[in-house]
C-alpha cells in the first residue's frame, strides 16, 4: 500500500469523526451563549488590553440575556489572547455552568457574580489594576472628574477597602462571594468603585457600555492627576454634579451613539495591532 493510499485510508476512517468532534464543538460553542454576544466579549477583551486598562490581570463580564442568573466570563487567561472558545458561563454563586471545564478560572470571578447579583440593572463587569486609577485609591485626594469624557464619575466615586470588612485577608483579592458581596454593597448604584490598594470595577448597562467606562475611568484619572500636578496646590474647577451627562433613558438602555462610535474605533485599533503580533 502506498504512502498516499494509506494516507487517503486514515483520512476516510477519520473523517467522520473529526466531523462528529467538529459537530459538537460547535454545538457547544452554540449553547455558550448568543454568538455575536460572545463575539463582543472576545473583543472586549482585546480592547481593554489594547486601551491599556488590563495587563495580564484584569476581566470583563457580560450577564447572559437569556438568564439573568448566569453570565459570561473567559477561564483565567490573558485578556489579549482570550478567544471564542475560552468563554465560560457562570452562576451568581460563581460556580461554572457552561464552557471548558477542565480550565484554571479567575480567583475574582465573585466580582462579577456579585455585582450581577446586586445590581439587576448592569449587565457588563470590568475589573482591572488600571494604572493611574490605583493611586486615587490611597490618598485621601477625591477622585474627581475635570472633563466632560469622565461626567459619569460625578456624584461620587466611592473607595472599597477590603480590609474594612476582611481585616484578617491575606491579600486585597476578592475571592469569595462574601468578599464580592462587600464590594458589590460598597459600589451601591455607582459606575464605578476603586478599590485600595487594588484597582477598580465598573459596571455597565451593557458589555460596550461597561467597557467604555472602564477606559474614560482610566482616562479621567490620568486628567485628574495632571491637573492636581500643574495646579500647584491652587483649586481645581471639577465638573460639578448637576454637568453629569448620565440620564436614566440612555442608562436603561446601555448604548448610546457616543458608546458605538468608540467600540468601533476601539475594536479597529485592537485588532489591528493584534494582528501585527
Ligand atoms: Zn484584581
Redesign the pocket.
Known sequence: MSRMTICACILQSVSPVVMAIGAFASTVRAQIGPPDLIADLVTANHILYDQGVVDG??HVSVRNPANPERFFLSRARAPSMVEAADIMEFDLDGKPTGGPQDKPVFQ?LY?HAEVFRARPDVHGVV???SPAVVPFGVVKTPFRPVSQTGAFLCGGVPNFDLRDDFPDAPNL??TSSAKGAALAKALGDRPVAL?RG??DTVAGASLKEAVYLAIFTEVAARLTSQAIMISGGGPITYLGDHESERNPPRRAKGASEGIDRNWEIWASEALARRTKR
Open positions: 490581570f484584569g475574582e466580582i475589573h482591572s489594576h483579592l476578592v478599590m487594588h484597582g
